[in-house]
């Protein structure tokens, strides 16, 4: 399953060259000019995950199959994109259809290349793209609004439901905040959910900085991560150089050797999915067999049979029950034989609430 980000930002804040070190591609152009990005990108990556390796060396599996996570590089916004600047409008759709924004911001100097607005102000980028997506989501509001208005008058049911949900948001939106600031009942998420506002979607603030500052940070990135704070997002530091130039590297222990010179022990790619993870409230389940060993991923609180149907609708459909296990046991007791010896396996039914590093065995009939 993984989960789909789009990565915004303003042009020349190194949105591209971040794209290309995740993916190892090079389907992104980088250049140093605005516009370089003219379709989006999508890039899918393994999610790095050191529990499936140690699955893997227990269960001597002949495959290994990591979930994936899909990045999509959406051209530089602009100042006037809701209005159709730039490629404003063409843009703005693409960020409606993903999980989550990845907001990079360019927190580093370089003459060499240009910036937009003409000098380096993580801050100032940051709101110029948010009130673009606020402007959008105000007009698309407006207008859904309207549609619902004729309907719930002739009474209705679910257009007077979906109004009284954009009767919450807009009014805040008009203030100049974004939609996930809105409080609302389980029931008005799901209809907010249908109502595809950009600023409804979590955000991941990137701090790209220069190379001597990628372990600690630098000024401009502790002013981003004050913002997150404030809005209750995440902000990560990466330096899209250093990516690019591990992601050049061929074995893992050269990418291992690399990062350790800089300080670093681990790349950008990991912190930037570890924060995704848990902005999007994202678990991860493994499946072991003598065939493959593979890692799944599925949303918090999620049930085994939702579980098993991330596998394969049928599964959940025709879902009786799951024989399942803690990682933790698994790698203590030596694999799945020992752990159901030692009285770690266990049947759950459809009630059971998936864990993080369950290791499931679904039993079904279709």
Not at 76 to 85: D, F, M, N, W
Not at 87 to 108: K, M, P, S, T, Y
């Amino acid at each position: 399953m993984g989960f789909k980000c789009g990565i915004v930002g303003l042009p020349n804040v190194g949105k591209s060259t971040l794209f290309n070190a995740l993916t190892s591609t090079a389907t992104a152009e980088a250049a140093n000019y605005p516009f370089c990005t003219i379709e989006p990108n999508v890039g899918r990556v393994a999610v790095p995950d050191d529990r499936l390796n140690k699955i893997v060396a227990i269960s001597k599996s002949a495959q290994v199959i990591p979930t994936q996570l899909e990045f999509v590089d959406i051209a530089g916004l602009v100042k006037g994109a809701s209005k159709g600047e730039g490629l404003g409008n063409q843009f703005l759709a693409n960020i409606r259809e993903v999980d989550a924004i990845v907001h990079v911001l360019r927190c580093f100097e370089d003459g060499n290349i240009t910036h937009v607005e003409g000098s380096v102000d993580p801050i100032r980028d940051a709101e110029i793209v948010e009130t673009e997506l606020l402007i959008a989501d105000m007009e698309s509001l407006e207008k859904q609004k309207q549609r619902v208005e004729k309907r719930a008058k002739t009474g209705d049911k679910e257009s007077k439901e979906i109004l009284s949900v954009v009767e919450k948001v807009l009014p805040v939106l008009q203030d100049g905040l974004p939609a996930r600031t809105v409080e609302l009942e389980e029931e008005e998420e799901k209809i907010c959910a249908s109502l595809c506002l950009m600023t409804k979607k979590p955000i991941l603030y990137v701090c790209n900085v220069e190379e001597e500052n990628a372990a600690n940070g630098n000024s401009f990135s502790e002013k981003v991560s004050e913002k997150a704070s404030s809005e209750n997002a995440k902000s990560v530091i990466i330096s899209a150089s250093i990516e690019a130039e591990v992601s050049s590297l061929e074995s893992q222990e050269e990418k291992l050797e690399f990062l350790k010179d800089l300080g670093l022990s681990e790349t950008g790619l990991s912190r930037v999915i570890r924060a995704g993870y848990e902005l999007l409230g994202l678990i991860t389940f493994f499946t072991v067999g003598p065939k493959e060993a593979r890692a799944w991923t599925v949303r918090e609180k999620s049930t085994a049979p939702q579980a098993a149907g991330v596998i394969h609708t049928d599964f959940e459909r025709g879902f009786i029950c799951a024989d399942t296990m803690a990682y933790d046991d698994f790698i203590s007791c030596g694999g799945e034989q020992a752990a159901k010896e030692q009285g770690k396996l266990r049947q759950e039914g459809r009630g059971y609430i998936a864990k993080d590093g369950d290791i499931f065995h679904f039993k079904f009939n279709v």
